[in-house]
Structure formats: structure tokens, C-alpha cells
């Protein structure tokens, strides 16, 4: 069940035609959990409003109308011949790169350990399975070490490949392929004459659509939120994703409070496009999958 | 991807996927269903579609793990003659690199305020997470789709710009909560301003993982105990909390390996405080050895160091949650 539409469900049982009373108890501490998880962001929100100089001198929950936004947001796209841009396309190539590449050996991959057996496919499963306790940010700096001895850090490419096998990505396509790829729908395949290709393109795939969106999804956010491998591997600033770029800049801009609008509209920016991704794709994320439980 | 501390941890890391299959059922599938196709022909495309997944492993986990250990057992020594120094050459150190990351105060300090945040933030975020979600299954609760939106909100926000954001609430120059009076870069409060952020990012993504879970347990047990005349409270603490207690452990490994691997905040409030040293916690410190004081051997060395120690954490904190879990469950 995804999360949407358990809410759904709520809603709908909880509005019956004689609307009972609320129970305020547990509705005051939502408000409050709420209140402490959006307020940064109205915060963010009203200063990104605000001039340099209007930043230290007015109240800080009142926003601010003599166009300090836009001469703001002017500033962060102009810093530094519009680099701001570029560190957003970069977050994007990363990001959707990487998880579509990830998804595609990942899924191949589950596929091949739920749906077959062969020499040494338990083996290989059990090593997955061990993979998955590797803390993987803690492997940034020996990936380092390695690629720089071959010359090889500071592109596009050694950032993105040391995180397209995922264990636990692994790990959930091949449970998600056992449970839910039926072998009599391909042994019925299989006797009508299709190639085990053809059957793993045309039947496994699209039955183990929902656990690839997941997968997708899990793979973007964990590369688009990657700070430590970026900020190893790359030092021209060209290459840097969103997160490295908005650190590099409050560094430079560090001891002068004078360039803080630039970060708080630089953060604000880096924020709305992707909470609004999120919260549309909300329907199609399964958290049920991530916490293990599949209702084969 | 990982849960408590550092997001991009959060999502790869459930490694406890065992605890949640096991009480999902995944595990009780009958063998049947999963017995793969009977190889009436002989197919290499299992061993074909593994290969990109193998070679991949191979080269970015693997080959660098083995190189982190070489490099960790080198150094590097000041070769003699006319260009000294500028000619080094690598020669066999043993456990040199070892003896000096353990026999160093400053790597144990550092293992010690992650572990001080990770004592304020582990507990806080199970609590919370559970706390909400238990409110959200609450009947006549209002406002739970907006609640539930608003508080999973922070986890589409990365850990650095999260950081940076409470960082601008901290700053006594432009905090709007209080940053003038309080020091939230006091000796003791940047313990809780660094716990905070962590628990920001990834309290929403865990309770949506105990709501869900909650929501699958069955109904009629509620019902039941509503008959029998429980409050609303006797049912969310002697029924549904107890029932919990395998995701609960799930999540709580989660954030405990998420702590382990803190990095991104402390590193981003770094350049507004002096309260945050370049080894306040122990990736720092790898990050300082290798990059800025540029010796990679002992940088490789507390490299490998630190992932034993959270293997191990890891494994440790399962077996004794899982056994806590299961003495509960009785």
C-alpha cells in the first residue's frame, strides 16, 4: 500500500456523514511535528526576500516587498558568469543518470538471482547480502585513492559509477522478482516459443515495475543528496553538483555576511523543484519495499 | 543512501532487511513459488545480466577496499640524495599506520562526539518517528495528510543544504529562533545543533516506515481491545507499540548506521563556527588526513579502521535489538 492511498483510506473512514469530534490530542502534536518540519522553510522562504541589509534589521518572520527576490535570485544566477545554472544541470545529470543506469544493473541483476539457479548463484547472493553492511560513504576516499592512482578522478563518470551497484537494490529486486514474476507465466512463455531474453524484456521487467521505480527513486535522491564522493572526487568547480557548488559558495562568501542572500536564495532554489518532484511521485514510492515487507 | 545523520546514507542502508522480510513474510514464501524454471535448455542470460552488477562491484568496492588496505600497510619515506624529499619512495610499514590512528587522542575524541550525537539523535528520531506515526493512526486525528506531507517534507532536502539552512537559524546575525540569546555553538549545544539537523532530514522518512508498518497490523485487534473498554492511549502502548517492535528495530539500526557515517553536517557548519574542528568527527579526520594533510596511508588506514568498527557496530546493534525485539514480542 503506498502512502497516498493508506491516507486516503483515512481520510475516508475518518469522515463519516456525522463528523465525530476531533481528537485534539494527537491532532496538536502533528501540528507541532508540522510546524517544526516546514518552518526552516517558510523561514528560507522570507529571508530569500529580503535585501543584505534588511536580512539584519527586520523581523525575521516578515517578509520583505522592495524586490530584494528578484535582485537576489539576478545575483545567484550572475555569480560567477551564471555557474549556479550549471551546478543545477550537473545535479540533474548525476542524479537521473545515475539512478536510471543504477535501476537497469540492479534490476538485471535481481532478476537473474530471483528467477535462476546456477553454479554459485547462492554464493553470489550471500555476498550481496554481507554488501549491504558496507557503510558506502565510508568507501569515498579508498574509490579516490584508487581512481586518482589511474588518473581518473575530476569527471562525470567517477562520480557516477561508484554508485550505480547498490546491495540493497539488489537485494530488493531479486525478493521483488521471486515474489511477484510467476513461473508458470514463464514456463506458458517458455512453451510458446519465447527466448529467455524475450522473457526476461517483455514479462519480468514490467512485473517488477514497481520495485524499479523504487529503486529509481531511491538511487535519485541518494545520489542528488551525495555530498562526501562529489566532494572527494571533483575539485574544478565546473563538475560540482548543487551541494558542493552552495557549500563552495557559503566557504568563499564565509566570513563576509554581505553574500548570505545569495546562499539563502541559492538554498531556496536547490530546495522547491525537487520537494515538488517528490511530494507529486509520492504515490508511486513505496516505503513498504524499502522497510522489506512485499504482500507477495 | 542512509537513515539517521546523513541521508544519502538512508535508503541503501536498511540492513536489517532480514528483521522486515522475516515479519513481512517474504521469507515464507513457499519454496515453490520460487523455485526458479527447471533448465530444460541451457541459458547463459542469468549469468549475462549479472555481469555489469559483478564488474561493477568488483571495481568500486572491491579493488578499492583491497587498495585501501595495501596503501594502509605503506609509507611513504624521504629518499636521501640531492631531491630528498621531492623523490619519496614507498616502503612496507606493517601495522605502523595502526599503531599511530589508535595510539591517537584526537581519532578517539573524534569516535566520541559522533557517538554523543548519535546518543542524542539515534533516540530522538525512533521516538519522534513513532510518536507521529502512532498519532497519524489515531481515530478522529485531523490534519493527517497535511501532517504527514509537512513532516516527510525535510527528507527531499540533502543534507547540505538542510544543514545550511538550520545553520542560517543558528547564526546569531540572522536566526529567527532565538540565536541571540541561546549559543547553539556552545561547547555542549552544538552536540544538540548537530543532532537536530540529522533528525530533521530523516524523522519524516521514518515514520512514514512505522506508519506503514502500523498499518498493516490487523484491525480487528484494535476493535477488539476497543470493546473490551481500552483508551485510545492503552491501545497505541500496550497493542500497537509492542507490535511494532520489529520495525523499531529495523529503523533503529538504520539510524544508528546513519550516525556512524555522520560527515555532511558537521563538515557544512564548519565554515560558520570554530565550535566544529576539521576531526570533529571520524570522517573528518579521514577526509583531513588524506586530502589536506595529503598522507593517504594513514588516511587509508583510519579508513579501514572505521569501516570494521561500523561493520561491526552494525552487526552488534542488530543481534542485541533483534533479541530485544523478540523477548518483547512474548
Not at chain 1, 514474476?181 to 517483455?202: H, P
Request: aromatic content about 10%.
Amino acid at each position: 500500500m503506498t502512502a497516498v492511498t493508506t491516507a486516503a483510506r483515512t481520510a475516508g473512514a475518518a469522515a463519516p456523514a456525522k463528523r465525530p469530534r476531533t481528537n485534539w490530542i494527537p491532532t496538536v502534536i502533528l501540528l507541532i511535528g508540522a510546524v517544526y518540519c516546514v518552518l526552516p522553510v517558510v523561514w528560507i522562504v522570507i529571508a530569500s526576500t529580503k535585501t543584505n541589509s534588511e536580512l539584519f534589521s527586520t523581523a525575521p518572520f516578515a517578509p520583505s516587498f522592495h524586490g530584494g527576490f528578484f535582485s537576489n535570485l539576478r545575483a545567484l544566477f550572475a555569480y560567477d558568469h551564471g555557474i549556479f545554472a550549471r551546478w543545477a544541470l550537473n545535479s540533474v545529470i548525476y542524479a537521473v543518470g545515475g539512478a536510471t543506469l543504477s535501476t537497469i544493473v540492479c534490476g538485471c541483476a535481481g532478476y537473474a538471482l530471483g528467477k535462476y539457479r546456477f553454479l554459485g548463484s547462492v554464493w553470489l547472493f550471500r555476498m550481496i547480502v554481507a554488501a549491504v553492511l558496507l557503510p558506502q560513504i565510508m568507501l569515498a576516499i579508498p574509490q579516490f585513492l584508487l581512481l586518482a592512482k589511474f588518473g581518473m578522478t575530476n569527471n562525470y563518470a567517477a562520480v557516477i559509477l561508484p554508485q550505480l551497484v547498490s546491495p540493497f537494490a539488489i537485494y530488493l529486486c531479486k525478493i521483488y522478482a521471486e515474489a511477484s514474476v510467476s513461473d508458470q507465466l514463464l514456463e506458458a512463455a517458455r512453451v510458446d516459443g519465447a527466448s529467455e531474453w524475450r522473457m526476461f524484456a517483455s514479462i519480468g521487467s514490467r512485473l517488477m515495475a514497481p520495485a524499479l521505480v523504487t529503486v529509481f527513486l531511491l538511487q535519485f535522491i541518494g545520489i542528488w543528496n551525495n555530498f562526501m564522493l562529489p566532494f572527494v572526487m571533483l575539485n574544478r568547480d565546473r563538475l560540482f553538483p548543487l551541494t558542493e557548488g552552495l557549500y563552495g559558495l557559503l566557504i568563499i562568501t564565509g566570513g563576509q555576511a554581505a553574500q548570505y542572500t545569495i546562499v539563502i536564495v541559492g538554498v531556496l532554489v536547490s530546495v522547491i523543484p525537487l520537494a515538488t518532484i517528490f511530494l507529486l511521485l509520492q504515490r508511486y514510492w513505496r516505503v513498504d519495499l524499502v522497510s522489506g515487507g512485499i504482500k507477495a | 543512501m542512509s537513515v539517521t545523520g546523513d541521508r544519502s546514507g538512508t535508503p541503501s542502508a536498511p540492513r536489517t532487511m532480514k528483521t522486515g522480510a522475516s515479519v513481512h513474510g517474504v521469507r515464507d514464501v513457499p519454496e515453490s513459488a520460487s523455485r526458479p524454471p527447471r533448465g530444460r535448455r541451457h541459458t547463459l542470460l542469468p549469468q549475462t545480466l549479472l555481469v555489469p552488477a559483478v564488474v561493477l562491484f568488483l571495481l568500486f568496492t572491491v579493488a578499492p577496499g583491497g587498495y585501501a588496505i595495501y596503501l594502509s600497510l605503506m609509507k611513504d619515506k624521504v629518499g636521501g640524495g640531492l631531491f630528498g624529499d621531492q623523490n619519496p619512495t614507498t616502503v612496507f610499514a606493517g601495522l605502523e599506520n595502526y599503531r599511530s590512528a589508535f595510539g591517537d587522542a584526537e581519532f578517539w575524541h573524534s569516535i566520541g562526539r559522533m557517538l554523543l550525537v548519535a546518543v542524542i539523535g539515534v533516540p530522538a528520531t525512533i521516538a519522534l518517528a513513532t510518536l507521529f506515526a502512532l498519532c497519524l493512526d489515531a481515530k478522529r486525528a485531523r490534519l493527517v495528510g497535511f501532517a504527514r506531507l509537512a513532516i516527510f517534507l525535510p527528507y527531499a532536502v540533502p543534507g547540505v543544504v538542510a544543514t545550511l539552512l538550520w545553520g542560517f537559524l543558528y547564526l546569531p546575525a540572522t536566526s529567527p529562533i532565538g540565536g541571540g540569546t541561546v549559543d547553539y555553538f556552545g561547547s555542549k549545544m552544538v552536540f544538540f545543533a548537530v543532532a537536530n539537523v540529522a533528525v530533521w532530514g530523516v524523522l519524516g522518512f521514518n515514520m512514514v516506515v512505522v506508519y506503514t508498518s502500523l498499518r498493516g497490523l490487523p484491525r480487528e485487534l484494535f476493535q477488539a481491545a476497543e470493546l473490551d473498554g481500552a483508551s485510545e492511549l492503552q491501545i497505541a502502548l500496550r497493542i500497537k507499540l509492542p507490535m511494532l517492535a520489529p520495525t523499531l528495530t529495523l529503523i533503529s539500526v538504520f539510524s544508528l548506521i546513519g550516525a556512524l557515517q555522520l560527515f555532511n553536517e558537521p563538515t557544512t557548519l564548519k565554515p560558520i563556527t570554530n565550535a566544529i574542528s576539521s576531526t570533529w568527527v571520524p570522517l573528518m579526520r579521514v577526509y583531513t588526513d588524506a586530502f589536506v594533510d595529503n598522507d593517504i596511508h594513514r588516511g587509508a588506514a583510519a579508513s579501514f579502521l572505521l569501516i570494521v568498527l561500523t561493520v561491526t557496530a552494525t552487526v552488534a546493534a542488530n543481534a542485541v535489538l533483534r533479541l530485544i525485539a523478540r523477548r518483547s514480542e512474548r
